[in-house]
């Protein structure tokens, strides 16, 4: 049986927000042993809704974050749980802590007092704004992270916009920001992992500072592309001017031609309307600036037809387009069944759940929590 690679890491948790608890999860998933760290009451991730069917009030959200990971009480407020959390610690390579700045030195969990206790420990830092710089000791939550990173300026946009342009700004569902900072946090405590191991034991623990912000910001690149070519990306000024999100006669799909090959294979999906054979349509750039036409017409073509049969047709000439597949489909679709993206996972208080594992496999096989 194939081992996965981090099956000997041992991580610690202490986590009120996401982003910390994702990083720690997807650690997981690539086989870290992860403790979670919690207070007498359970960080309060226990307490987020939506709530999984049942009389247990099981936090769905807390339950994927958690998968396969042990619990241990620690009152840091306490010498006992102080002396406790220490001696978890110093068993462990990593730790993934969300602290608000103004509390790290109460509690015993600031950088100083981290690495002189545990000066092989990698300590991670995961907080909204980073821990250094003007914005440290700001708080924030998801809306604040996704509007603070620039992407609250382009939504809604595209089929939203027009179909609700009075809407205001709005983020997108769940977590997405802070996600993308548990990313950054896990690939910064491999880094640190890996720098440990490449100087013969020389480099011992290292500190790691993410910020969320930051971290959402690299994937928000039109937020910032006016810094290279002076353009202000807007929710009703978007690039792609054209495609996106298309109402079918029986759901929707997506659809984005960014190739001029992809563009001649949308041309042979609907038809070769006299329309779509402007010979100005062979530049690009016409095409954006031409957008609202263009999908007037593909609308209403979209409109009539059903979304198997464009999906079916629109692949079979490398149109880049999608259906958008219900939670249900998405647990029903044979590409999920075969990547073994969904496993059943025991969850205390609600039995056993398929659920999301990791979208990393290694040796040809499927995560395992």
């Not at 890491?9 to 997807?26: F, P, S």
């Not at 250094?132 to 992407?151: D, F, L, M, P, R």
Request: hydrophobic residues 40%; contains cysteine; negative net charge.
């Amino acid at each position: 049986m194939s081992r996965a690679p981090l099956n000997d890491l041992h991580v610690a948790v202490h986590a009120k927000g996401v982003a910390a608890a994702y990083a720690a999860r997807m650690l997981r998933g690539m086989g870290a042993h992860v403790v979670w760290v919690e207070p007498a009451g359970g960080t309060p991730l226990r307490s987020e809704p939506p709530f999984l069917p049942g009389e247990a009030q099981v936090s769905a959200l807390f339950a994927y974050l958690a998968a396969g990971t042990t619990s241990q009480t620690c009152d840091l407020q306490g010498e006992e749980g102080r002396a406790a959390f220490g001696a978890l610690l110093s068993q462990c390579d990593i730790l993934f802590d969300d602290t608000p700045l103004a509390e790290r030195m109460a509690l015993g969990v600031d950088e100083a007092a981290i690495a002189a206790r545990h000066p092989d420990l990698i300590h991670v830092s995961v907080l909204p704004f980073g821990a250094t710089g003007e914005k440290a000791q700001w708080k924030g939550e998801e809306i604040n992270i996704q509007h603070a990173s620039g992407e609250g300026y382009l939504l809604p946009n595209g089929l939203s916009v027009e179909q609700f342009p009075d809407r205001p700004p709005v983020k997108i569902h769940g977590h997405f920001a802070e996600m993308q900072g548990g990313i950054a946090a896990a690939l910064g405590a491999l880094a640190a992992l890996r720098a440990r191991g490449l100087h013969g034991g020389q480099v011992g623990g290292q500190y790691v500072d993410i910020s969320c912000q930051d971290a959402m910001l690299s994937v928000g690149a039109f937020a910032i592309q006016r810094f290279g070519d002076g353009s202000v990306e807007h929710r009703v000024e978007r690039s792609f001017r054209y495609g996106g999100v298309l109402p079918c006669a029986d759901g929707f799909v997506e659809l984005l031609t960014l190739e001029q090959r992809q563009w001649d294979g949308l041309v042979e999906l609907l038809g070769r309307p006299s329309w779509a054979l402007d010979p100005a349509l062979a530049d690009s750039l016409e095409r954006s600036r031409r957008g609202p036409e263009l999908n007037r017409h593909i609308r209403a073509w979209a409109a009539v037809r059903k979304v198997e049969d464009i999906v079916r047709e629109g692949q079979k000439l490398s149109v880049p387009l999608a259906k958008y597949n219900s939670p249900a489909e998405v647990l029903r679709d044979e590409h999920e069944k075969v990547r073994g993206l969904f496993q059943p996972v025991e969850v205390p208080g609600a039995g056993s759940l398929d659920m999301l594992v990791s979208p990393i496999q290694f040796d040809g096989r499927a995560s395992r929590l």
